[in-house]
């Protein structure tokens, strides 16, 4: 009896740490969609500066996504926050909002993927 208690309190955890990884996944993807819509609003606003910021902090959300758990739209959308981040240093907003116009689109795709 011990021992399938055991195996049930096992089976629960692990569960337990199953939904708990998703539910972060799902809130980094988030933050990221959010931080990206940010910097195209920004962007609109002709403010590089903001854009980059923006970028920056999806970024980071869309990498902690990657760690926990690989999708190629969350490679790509990495690499167009890249873009927004550089034109933006460069003063370019228009392009910088580009870039991260793209960045959603592939966060959205990532999204629909899982």
């Given at each position: 009896?011990?021992?399938?208690?055991?195996?049930?309190?096992?089976?629960?955890?692990?569960?337990?740490?199953?939904?708990?990884?998703?539910?972060?996944e799902e809130d980094h993807k988030s933050e990221a969609m959010k931080h990206a819509t940010a910097a195209l609003e920004s962007a609109k606003?002709?403010?590089?500066a903001a854009v980059g910021e923006h970028a920056k902090?999806?970024?980071?959300?869309?990498?902690?996504?990657?760690?926990?758990?690989?999708n190629p739209h969350l490679d790509a959308?990495?690499?167009?926050?890249?873009?927004?981040?550089e034109h933006s240093e460069a003063g370019d907003a228009s392009t910088a909002g580009d870039d991260a116009h793209a960045a959603m689109t592939h966060l959205k795709a990532a999204e629909k993927s899982f």
């Amino acid at each position: 009896m011990r021992r399938l208690m055991m195996t049930g309190f096992l089976a629960a955890l692990l569960s337990a740490a199953a939904v708990s990884t998703a539910q972060a996944e799902e809130d980094h993807k988030s933050e990221a969609m959010k931080h990206a819509t940010a910097a195209l609003e920004s962007a609109k606003a002709g403010d590089a500066a903001a854009v980059g910021e923006h970028a920056k902090a999806a970024k980071d959300h869309a990498e902690a996504a990657l760690k926990e758990r690989a999708n190629p739209h969350l490679d790509a959308a990495i690499k167009n926050l890249n873009l927004a981040i550089e034109h933006s240093e460069a003063g370019d907003a228009s392009t910088a909002g580009d870039d991260a116009h793209a960045a959603m689109t592939h966060l959205k795709a990532a999204e629909k993927s899982f």
